[in-house]
């Protein structure tokens, strides 16, 4: 079973940047994708962004389509989300996802 562990948010101002990391242990598939998902207060959880363990495949939300990053790291069994020109509907608890599993969450906060 995979392990994931979110870090790297925090408390940015408006056009700010963050990087975020999902850190994967244990068993991952190659063949399936990492996910970034995110969930502000009183809202649903919503897809942010995704990115396969191997190949050229990303995929992004409309909202931050030019502003958000996935990378990965193969070798650290990492993946990214850079987050830049961030605004404060940008702030939720963020989470990554594989085969089912969620990380604990990082809450990134942007003032205004």
């Known amino acids: 079973q995979v392990q994931l562990v979110e870090s790297g948010g925090g408390l940015v101002q408006t056009g700010g940047s963050l990087r975020l990391s999902c850190a994967a242990s244990g068993r991952t598939f190659s063949s399936a994708a990492i996910t970034w998902f995110r969930q502000a207060p009183g809202k649903e959880r919503e897809f942010v962004a995704a990115i396969s363990w191997s190949g050229p495949y990303t995929n992004y939300a409309d909202s931050v389509k030019g502003r958000f990053t996935c990378s990965r790291d193969s070798a650290k069994n990492t993946v990214y989300l850079q987050m830049n020109g961030l605004k404060p509907e940008d702030t939720a608890v963020y989470y990554c996802?594989?085969?089912?599993?969620w990380g604990q969450g990082t809450q990134v906060t942007v003032s205004s």
């Open positions: 996802q594989h085969q089912g599993t």
